[in-house]
């Protein structure tokens, strides 16, 4: 069992990952950071996802970096030599979940002595959250955070042979790293980052702090990463960012946008092009044109409002009104036909009165969003919002929550209804959790559809009449070989 801190104890400071430095980010390669082949040859690794697809991406990474060094994957816990938990920190219950799970992995330290246990991801990246693993949990062997997944060999080599505990985590982002190994967990849609952090600062939330400064990636690297899935033979790519409409702000040259690397990938040979995640705030026109004039930008677009009350976002600093949300909706729906729209709301926001929250179901009514994640407002350390008084009793909140719920499920099944004896394209992405018999994919518009079909169809994109239409997904019927 590792034991004591050697070369590496670094803890994160909350100052520091409030900063914000001008200068441009410089880019590394990965190839030169990995030096200790083989070290996990016979060797098990079982790994744990928490959060959004910003996470999923990382885990990739590091399932490419694990495998590099010989590690072969295992869902079978007793089977593990390492384990990583690859954390969330958006909301309390995120955290207690992790905190539960090490709880119970904490057995297999004690019947297999040389486990590695490792703790990822943006929960590290909290000053008070590495305290209470260093205090609560001796017995985690690694901590590091988001910034410095390259440096994983040396890590795993450490722990494993110098029998020593890492905890390093980097409150300051250094460099965007190119070239890690991947291992994608989907054989035809594939997430493709393209910028990293977030400066826009909404005062409930903790990732400006875990991710670090808005930092893109150079166009050139983006272009050569898809142009190698679509020989790879990947029908679809999601470009993922905290806020991918501020990608290139952060780059000298102002003919960088995003816009501008949705036009270049419309003229690639990738299928499907979606994004996520838009902020209102920076989404303009000239993306809204490139989205109308390439028939591989997918007609989904998920722009979270948070609230729709003007009191409320000024709070949650999202910089953005409610008529000014309308009035980019409408300019979305007028230039993208049949556009399905989806959105994030917290409720019980410290400061939200019933008013400001009916004004948020008058938006929801007005947007009528065919789908949503939908919270109560979680207080997050050293945010803004956990600081301000929060009179809202847990009670209303929930109701609050169901009233909100209720309204969003219609819009769920109302975005299904209209495309009720429609042919519809579906990307086949395996079979259903139900049978084996039956397959499950989706639509340009991101609708799941179950159809009974053959698991060789799975990766390709399908001809599919829409037979049935229910709350959370469509039945259909292949119609004809891709
Ligand atoms: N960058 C994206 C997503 C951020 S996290 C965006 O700006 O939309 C995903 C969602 O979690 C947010 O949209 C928000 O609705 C929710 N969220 C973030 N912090 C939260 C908190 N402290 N309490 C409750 N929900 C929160
Ligand atoms: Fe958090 Fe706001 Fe950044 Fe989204 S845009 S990641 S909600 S700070
Ligand atoms: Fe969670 Fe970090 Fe993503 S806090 S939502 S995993 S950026």
Same mark, same amino acid.
């Given at each position: 069992m590792t034991k004591d801190y050697g070369r590496y104890f670094n803890r994160p400071s909350h100052k520091k990952a409030r900063k914000r430095v001008s200068k441009e980010t410089a880019h590394i390669d990965f190839d030169k950071h990995i030096n200790i082949k083989n070290i996990g040859v016979g060797k098990h690794y079982l790994l744990q996802t928490y959060g959004c697809q910003g996470n999923e991406a990382d885990s990739e990474t590091m399932q490419g970096i694990l495998e590099a060094l010989g590690f072969k994957p295992t869902d079978k816990e007793e089977k593990a030599d390492i384990i990583i938990l690859n954390t969330c920190a958006i909301r309390e219950n995120a955290e207690n979940r992790v905190f539960g799970e090490l709880g119970r992995l904490k057995q297999y330290k004690t019947t297999k002595p040389d486990l590695l246990l490792a703790v990822a991801g943006c929960m590290p990246q909290e000053e008070s959250v590495v305290n209470r693993l260093l205090e609560k949990y001796p017995y985690v062997d690694l901590i590091f955070g988001t910034h410095n997944i390259y440096k994983l060999p040396e890590y795993i080599e450490t722990a494993l042979h110098g029998k020593e505990r890492v905890v390093e985590v980097f409150s300051e982002e250094g460099q965007i790293v190119e070239n890690m190994p991947k291992r994608r967990d989907h054989p035809a849609k594939a997430w493709v980052n393209i910028m990293f952090g977030c400066d826009e600062f909404c005062t409930y939330c903790v990732v400006p702090y875990t991710r670090g400064k808005e930092r893109s990636r150079a166009m050139g690297d983006i272009l050569a990463e898809v142009d190698s899935l679509i020989k790879e033979g990947y029908q679809e790519v999601t470009l993922l960012g905290q @806020?991918? =409409?501020?990608? %290139?702000?952060?780059?000298?040259?102002? =003919?960088?946008?995003f816009a501008a690397l949705l036009e270049a990938l419309g003229k690639t040979a990738i299928n499907r092009v979606r994004f996520t995640t838009s902020h209102p705030n920076d989404f303009d026109q000239a993306t809204i044109d490139v989205i109308a004039k390439y028939? @591989?930008?997918?007609?989904?677009i998920h722009l979270p409002v948070q609230s729709g009350s003007d009191s409320v976002l000024k709070k949650m600093n999202r910089k953005y009104t409610k008529a000014s949300y309308l009035a980019l909706i409408e300019a979305i729906k007028a230039n993208i036909p049949g556009v399905s729209i989806t959105t994030d709301i917290i409720v %019980?926001?410290? +400061? &939200? +009165?019933e008013a400001d929250f009916l004004e948020t179901l008058d938006l929801v009514e007005q947007v009528d969003f065919e789908g949503a994640f939908t919270f109560v407002f979680s207080p997050r350390a050293n +945010?803004?919002?956990?600081k301000y008084e929060d009179k809202i009793s847990l009670s209303e909140k929930k109701s609050r929550l169901k009233r909100l719920n209720e309204r969003i499920n219609a819009g769920y099944k109302k975005g299904h209804e209209r495309f009720y004896q429609t042919t519809q394209y579906v990307l086949v992405d395996g079979l259903s959790k139900k049978s084996d018999k039956i397959l499950a994919g989706y639509t340009p518009h991101n609708k799941l559809v179950n159809m009974p079909g &053959?698991?060789?169809?799975?990766g390709k994109i399908v001809p599919v009449n829409i037979t049935e239409a229910k709350t959370w997904f469509l039945k259909g019927e292949i119609i004809g070989k891709p």
């Open positions: @806020n991918v =409409n501020a990608y %290139g702000r952060d780059k000298a040259d102002s =003919n960088i946008s028939d @591989n930008m997918m007609p989904h %019980g926001f410290p +400061t &939200e +009165t +945010t803004p919002a956990a &053959e698991a060789d169809l799975i």
